[in-house]
């Protein structure tokens, strides 16, 4: 099978082909793959002025996998392609895997001549340690993706799920639920507003950035508009106590953004929204609730240290994947190096 692989790029015309429909089926059912590599995620990043180009993979007329590889905006005049959550490569067979990760790394170095990247940083979900196929890569110096997090299985019945959480959550929920606290989802991109208002609350008080509103309202209209997104807020009596963003993907739900306001903290809204989330998420028929970022010793020097005790609260299971790894085109390494040693001394 591996010696009818080919490689091509994909565009546009594969819509009307089935192609990119497969190519959704792929990432989906992918465990180590994500809604990073779909090609609702790469629309988003188009619209946000990040460049993209889809690789497939192919044996025979059969789509088996590939990657969308995202350009980093150049520092010096060193930039690298970048695949979240990818590649999507049939990773329990080792031998395919191996021709088609090859031919990715072979396309991105094309790519990589014509836009002057020095490497392919690839994140895949996989669990350590790296498999053997990644021999050529090194562990790469930045997570774009967080590579440890905390899964809740959503796969058990709502009472088994609660009954699983610590003495703490559970009881938070409960006194959110005494005084009325009630949680509303709007799936269109209408909130986002609403959303980025508590978000930089949220940011002012517990010293975290955000990105501007034009990037939630970018993700948000073409997110929610797929049904892929919606937002949620606990309020009370008019008033918005926690809200999130809600992202649902394949078999996986993520809490991808969120945050809590200032007011009436005591009635816990932050612990009604992600129950209500993780219930609406089984209700689209997800089997995994991620927390997305998570320290489960809670060291102070981790950047999600303080959301990681909230977090904790609510039972499941640590995960820690192996991270980012890049390959670097040495050709463009070397042609780097000569015009960096060739400026300094202009």
Same mark, same amino acid.
């Given at each position: 099978m591996a010696e009818s692989l080919h490689a091509r790029l994909l565009g546009d015309e594969d819509n009307n082909n089935g192609i990119i429909e497969r190519w959704e089926t792929l990432v989906r059912d992918n465990t180590a793959g994500g809604i990073m590599q779909s090609v609702a995620w790469r629309a988003v990043k188009e619209s946000q002025g990040v460049p993209s180009f889809h690789l497939g993979i192919f044996s025979g007329d059969e789509l088996i996998g590939g990657a969308i590889l995202y350009t980093t905006s150049k520092k010096k005049g060193l930039g =690298?392609? @970048? %695949?979240p959550e990818g $590649? =999507? !490569? +049939?990773w329990s067979d080792e031998g395919l895997a191996r021709s %088609? !990760? &090859?031919m990715i790394i072979s396309g991105a170095k094309e790519q990589a001549r014509e836009i002057g990247a020095i490497a392919l940083r690839i994140e895949p979900r996989l669990l $350590? +340690? $790296?498999s053997p196929l990644l021999r050529e890569f090194v562990r790469g110096p930045m997570d774009l993706v967080p590579y440890e997090t905390l899964y809740i299985d959503l796969s058990r $019945? *709502?009472?088994d799920i609660l009954d699983s959480m610590k003495p703490k959550g559970r009881y938070n929920i409960k006194v959110a639920e005494r005084? /009325? *606290?009630k949680v509303r989802e709007d799936d269109t991109s209408a909130s986002v507003g609403a959303f980025y208002e508590v978000l930089q609350q949220a940011s002012r008080r517990d010293e975290f950035a955000v990105e501007p509103i034009e990037f939630f309202d970018k993700l948000a209209k073409v997110l929610c508009a797929r049904g892929m997104a919606r937002f949620l807020f606990a309020e009370h009596e008019g008033d918005v106590l926690a809200a999130m963003l809600l992202v649902a993907y394949g078999q996986r739900a993520t809490y991808l953004y969120g945050g809590t306001t200032n007011l009436k903290r005591n009635l816990m809204g932050g612990y009604a929204l992600q129950w209500s989330a993780m219930q609406r998420a089984k209700d689209l028929g997800c089997t995994i609730y991620d927390f997305y970022g998570f320290d489960q010793f809670r060291s102070p020097e981790h950047q999600y240290a303080r959301f990681s005790q909230f977090k904790s609260q609510f039972g499941g299971q640590p995960m820690k994947f192996i991270g980012a790894h890049d390959y670097f085109f040495e #050709?463009? @390494?070397a042609d780097a190096f000569i015009r960096l040693v &060739? #400026? %300094? /001394?202009?």
């Open positions: =690298i392609l @970048v %695949a $590649p =999507i !490569l +049939p %088609a !990760l &090859a $350590p +340690p $790296p $019945p *709502v009472q005084h /009325g *606290v #050709e463009q @390494v &060739a #400026e %300094a /001394g202009g």
